[in-house]
């Protein structure tokens, strides 16, 4: 079998980079549906999303990642069907469901290419993006906890750095919502490591259910500048 890599600070910083060309780029993390539907229209309501956020999908995809890393981690990836399964449960919108795999596929095809491993090859053709953050991070020599930052991250920076494109503010605004953010992020990223060898249906399953009819409407939107 093939070594994992001895990551550290550097390469979670590779991982978490909005500049890796995953296709996070192309989405706002629900944020322009609740823009046009008029419940987000400052920067209160902006950091009051971005809380939401973090602690009901990001949650989620923090624990997920976190956990298809331990297994990667333990050379066994016999689960990460089991963990495909429970979060297709914890997603009840298709498309959001279509997202995280369009997402999963792209980082999939992103680390194949600057890091190889025989892992990325046992994920599928389109797995979740928090399945194959957590194997990335692994096969990158990082842990669980460095998992979930990672994916935590994406899901505020990303939902953030759309805020510039559909709303009228001020980066140093937006960027101050973020570093306010930091020890959220940390406390929700540990509860994820601590949960990491848990069964996949013991993980946890905060739902969102408005994000989720939000991004029923947005795909039938005809004028939308994200896909989600």
Known sequence: MEHLGSGGQAALLLLADGRLPAGGYAHSGGLEPAVTAGRVTNMADLESFLIGRAET????????AAAACARAQRGDLSELPELEAELDARIPSPELRKVSRDLGRQLRRAMSSIHPHSYFAELGVAPHQPVVMGVSAAVLGLGPRDAAVAILHETNAGAAAAAAKIMRVDPFQVHAILARATDRLDRLAGRA???????????????????????????????RLFAS
């Open 57 to 64: 999908a990001g949650l989620i995809a923090a624990a997920f």
């Open 193 to 223: 490591a601590e949960v990491a060898n848990d069964l996949p249906a013991d993980l946890p399953a905060p739902g969102s259910p408005l994000a989720d009819i939000a991004a029923e409407h947005h795909r039938r939107t005809d004028v």
